[in-house]
């Protein structure tokens, strides 16, 4: 699968180049990355540290789009999810905000605690909004139960962290999600399960766009051995995940 | 191996209580990690997604510390690493400086191209003067070069990433390099190898220092498939690294 803008018009020397460099759309360049508090820290920074590397092989830009220009930290919002009175997280540095975001080709969309707060309505519209001119959008864990509740997965196969399933899935009941999957891609949607596995996603998705030395070379000098099964779940056998909930 | 502050007092109530609870010393509290210009998002968001983690079942606090207060980003500062022209990084925001750092139990240390800055002198200085009162160093990939540079590690085993082996070990040439591991430990030092390998290493730390169940849990949430084997390394086997370099 490629992207679905696919320029008709230059379908001919596509096919062409393609057959020399082994990919032919347009390839995306302009990649965002949607940020709210109590954020899962690997979420966002796994697959960014796959792209870090990935811009130094092919010119790409990042936005890192909040609510408002301020840092945005892991930390949970929520005093009983702090039982232990622990001081403990990151901050990111946001570029843009959902007013002033520029044109993208990738969403990626991180899950995390933070997923489930009440005021995120924000960042649901730009989410909705933003969709239908990207080439593609990627998930991580939870990013997925965020993205369902805008109505965006409606129909498209997906999945999510095993251990936060039946909330995940309660986001999107249209979903067709995937309880057993390390990730699924449907056409332009790539959704990752749990933390981690959002690292698998990204370098399938590379992978895929960018072709198997670009991720090749990258895991050469990140030292990260990847799954490429994206049908390996051992958390998803652990949790007993099934859809519809049984 | 346990904390070496282990209190000789208390070594009897303490060797008593370790048979229940399967932990013994001071439990580590105050975490501390070095941030420098063009740091690895992995190395630093690896080992701290893992930590976020651990701070939801045990009282723990995260100081990031640098040169001054402003975001670090992990952006190279050198026109010649960015031959594509990519804008593309993502900054943290720091707690502290190196000036007004609290007193810590845990420093880490991570690596990336920032490591090879001409401009480290005072990050040098911290890691030196707080080495000695850690309950534990943490170095991920080149963050062991960075401290190889300070003399903190000679006579001691570490190991480095091994894409960049002849540069790491040539910064600390009274290092016990070990050319083949996904990680070391010696004493309260832990290295580890590539990006990648930094959450490895920390989750033998987790287990060793807060018990197995405290890892495991981790791993249930963030679906991670750790390496328990710190012998494991395809990296070194690839590179075919050695020590001394012939």
């Known amino acids: 699968m490629r992207s679905p803008g696919l320029p008709t018009i230059s379908a001919?020397?596509?096919?062409?180049?393609?057959?020399?460099v082994c990919y032919a759309d347009p390839l995306p360049v302009n990649f965002g990355v949607v940020v709210f508090p109590a954020f899962q820290a690997l979420d966002v920074f796994g697959p960014l540290d796959v792209l870090n590397m990935l811009s130094t092989q092919f010119k790409t830009n990042l936005f890192i789009i909040a609510d408002t220009m301020d840092p945005v930290s892991t930390?949970?919002?929520?005093?009983?999810?702090?039982?232990?009175?622990?001081d403990f997280g990151q901050s990111i540095?946001?570029?843009?905000?959902?007013?002033?975001?520029p044109p993208l080709d990738v969403l990626i969309v991180p899950g995390g605690q933070g997923t489930r707060a009440p005021d995120l309505a924000t960042t649901r519209a730009f989410i909705k909004d933003t969709f239908p001119s990207l080439q593609y959008l990627l998930t991580i864990c939870t990013g997925s139960a965020l993205v369902a509740s805008t109505g965006v997965?409606?129909?498209?196969n997906a999945t999510?962290?095993?251990?936060?399933?039946?909330?995940?899935t309660s986001q999107g009941p249209e979903v067709n999600w995937i309880?057993?999957?390390r990730w699924t891609q449907d056409g332009n949607i790539w959704t990752s399960s749990g933390v981690a596995a959002g690292m698998d996603a990204t370098y399938a998705f590379v992978e895929a766009i960018y072709g198997?030395?670009?991720?090749?070379?990258i895991l050469s000098k990140v030292e990260y051995e990847r799954h490429t099964d994206p049908h390996w779940?051992?958390?998803?056998?652990?949790?007993?995940?099934t859809w519809p909930i049984v």
């Open 12 to 20: 001919g020397i596509t096919v062409l180049i393609s057959a020399v």
């Open 75 to 86: 930390k949970s919002r929520a005093a009983a999810m702090n039982s232990t009175g622990s």
């Open 93 to 101: 540095v946001p570029t843009h905000t959902f007013q002033n975001a």
């Open 153 to 156: 997965l409606d129909g498209r």
């Open 160 to 168: 999510s962290n095993k251990a936060s399933w039946v909330w995940a």
């Open 179 to 181: 309880p057993k999957a």
């Open 212 to 217: 198997l030395a670009a991720a090749d070379w």
């Open 233 to 241: 779940d051992p958390w998803g056998e652990y949790y007993n995940t």
